[in-house]
């Protein structure tokens, strides 16, 4: 079984220089809210998974439920990875966006990048996600 690890290589050809760097405290903070967003899609709990959605995309899915369900029909890495791994996280285009290595249910790899939203209470939610395959490497 081919490791996590081999996918970093074709990483460096995705990773763009950021404009601006991701404070320490706010990067703990970022990957605290997509683990605990990927351990509630473990266990299935459409609520707590739903709450650590941005408003945005709260109103595109006005429901847990609907929630859920897009979640679990187009983000199966997400919804059910085999491994998860941070990479950095950065400001790009004006948006915080964290790099989140998985290896889907299906054991093909992929790159999530997490758009971060700061809510006005300070709370970070996210945005949206947008899934990457990275091609296969031989290990």
Not at 40 to 52: L, Q, S, V
Not at 115 to 131: F, K
């Given at each position: 079984?081919r490791?996590l690890a ?8 995705l990773?763009?220089?950021a ?9 703990t903070?970022i990957e605290?809210?997509i683990?605990?967003q ?5 266990r299935?709990?459409?609520a707590a998974a ?10 595109l899915?006005p429901t847990?439920d609907?929630?859920?369900h ?11 990875p085999?491994?998860?791994r941070?990479a950095?996280?950065?400001v790009?285009?004006g ?5 989140v ?12 990048l997490?758009?971060?939203e700061?809510q006005?209470?300070g709370?970070?939610r ?11 490497t031989?290990?």
């Amino acid at each position: 079984m081919r490791h996590l690890a081999t996918v970093l290589a074709p990483l460096a050809v995705l990773a763009m220089p950021a404009a601006a760097a991701v404070s320490p405290a706010d990067r703990t903070a970022i990957e605290g809210v997509i683990a605990a967003q990927i351990e509630a899609f473990g266990r299935d709990d459409a609520a707590a998974a739903y709450g650590f959605a941005a408003p945005g995309i709260q109103a595109l899915f006005p429901t847990p439920d609907l929630f859920m369900h897009m979640v679990r029909t187009g983000y199966a890495p997400v919804y059910r990875p085999q491994a998860v791994r941070f990479a950095e996280a950065a400001v790009e285009a004006g948006a915080v966006v964290q790099r989140v290595l998985l290896r889907g249910p299906d054991g093909r790899a992929h790159l999530a990048l997490y758009t971060m939203e700061r809510q006005a209470d300070g709370a970070w939610r996210i945005a949206a996600v947008v899934l990457v395959a990275l091609p296969e490497t031989g290990a």
